[in-house]
């Protein structure tokens, strides 16, 4: 514990749970807690500010709040609606208003962003980015999405990306719909828990790791990331989210996928160093994504 660093507050919104936690990085977290992410919005917002108002007084007041949320939301600050989340397939959450609502909570700084951005900026601040200014988080959990940094910082144009949800080459007979509300078989109604779960009848965390499924989602995977290669050429790719978690031997069949798809046009070993230290799991673990709201509360003050 460090009594000269402020003490921050974080949110992180995800589609299965909403982690809330206090502290100044991964080596004090004072205290951290799990709310499930219910159909009701408001209940569970509610839930959040009594957790956010007891900590304020048990803890001590915090000197900036950071609330990293599951997308799409709205980052533009001129907009009305800025800080609330927006098109979702989450039942119960379109169209509500986040950052706003827990900024007149406590009168600090308040920094918003997508949970993925925000774990992506936490790897940077302390975790398996630290010291490259270009880099990729992907989240493979609920759903897929990815935090892009470039030089430094999120990448954004009229809003953040979604490249959770591009369309991709399928693997040949692969002739599933998917399961995207909105896509179908995009990335993340292939590889996504939910998709996972649609397409094999079971929980990602129950789907035999011989099941041919896992193939199908390293495959929907490995064309995500060659895609953020070409794209974007980051130094390193992490991949992260309760799915490759639960299942680290996925990773290793994503790499040797991605490698067949580039197909010799970029030669990992020679830029990066090789694939296994180029797409690797995230240096804070599962506790990336909940820091990710510490390291944006962090980056307002």
Same mark, same amino acid.
């Given at each position: 514990?460090?009594?000269?660093?402020?003490?921050?507050?974080?949110?992180?919104?995800?589609?299965?749970? !909403?982690? !809330? &936690?206090?502290?100044?990085?991964?080596?004090?977290?004072?205290?951290?807690?799990?709310?499930?992410?219910?159909?009701?919005?408001?209940?569970?917002?509610?839930?959040?500010?009594?957790? &956010? !108002?007891?900590?304020?007084?048990?803890?001590?007041?915090?000197a900036a709040l950071g609330i990293a949320s599951f997308g799409p939301v709205d980052l533009d600050r001129t907009s009305a609606h800025y800080g609330s989340i927006t098109s979702t397939a989450k039942p119960g959450w379109r169209n509500t208003d986040v950052a706003k609502r827990l900024a007149k909570l406590f009168p600090v700084p308040v920094g918003f962003d997508t949970d993925v951005n925000g774990a992506a900026l936490a790897e940077?601040?302390?975790?398996?980015?630290?010291?490259?200014?270009?880099?990729?988080?992907v989240t493979?959990?609920?759903?897929?999405?990815?935090? &892009?940094?470039?030089?430094?910082?999120?990448?954004?144009?009229f809003?953040?990306?979604? &490249?959770?949800?591009?369309?991709?080459?399928?693997?040949?007979?692969?002739?599933?719909?998917?399961?995207?509300?909105?896509?179908?078989? !995009?990335?993340?109604?292939?590889?996504?828990?939910?998709?996972?779960?649609?397409?094999?009848?079971l929980p990602a965390s129950q789907v035999p790791q011989d099941s041919p499924v896992w193939e199908l989602v390293a495959h929907a995977l490995a064309q995500l990331l060659h895609t953020i290669v070409l794209a974007t050429a980051p130094r390193r790719i992490l991949i992260g989210g309760g799915v490759t978690e639960g299942r680290p031997e996925l990773l290793g069949c994503?790499?040797?996928?991605?490698?067949?798809?580039?197909?010799?046009?970029?030669?990992?070993?020679?830029?990066?160093?090789?694939?296994?230290?180029?797409?690797?799991?995230?240096?804070?673990?599962?506790?990336?994504g909940p820091l990710g709201a510490l390291a944006l509360a962090a980056d307002t003050l």
């Open positions: 514990m460090n009594a000269s660093t402020p003490l921050l507050g974080g949110v992180e919104l995800g589609g299965t749970k !909403c982690v !809330c &936690l206090i502290g100044t990085g991964p080596d004090d977290i004072r205290e951290q807690i799990a709310i499930p992410t219910s159909g009701d919005a408001n209940a569970t917002l509610n839930q959040i500010e009594a957790v &956010l !108002c007891n900590w304020n007084t048990s803890h001590g007041p915090i940077g601040r302390w975790g398996a980015a630290r010291h490259l200014a270009d880099f990729a988080y493979v959990g609920t759903g897929v999405g990815v935090g &892009l940094v470039i030089d430094g910082r999120p990448a954004y144009g809003s953040h990306s979604e &490249l959770g949800h591009i369309r991709i080459a399928r693997k040949a007979g692969d002739l599933w719909q998917g399961a995207c509300a909105f896509h179908g078989d !995009c990335v993340e109604g292939l590889a996504s828990g939910v998709a996972i779960a649609a397409r094999a009848g994503v790499r040797r996928q991605l490698v067949e798809s580039l197909n010799g046009y970029l030669s990992l070993d020679e830029l990066t160093g090789g694939i296994d230290g180029y797409a690797v799991p995230p240096g804070l673990g599962p506790l990336a």
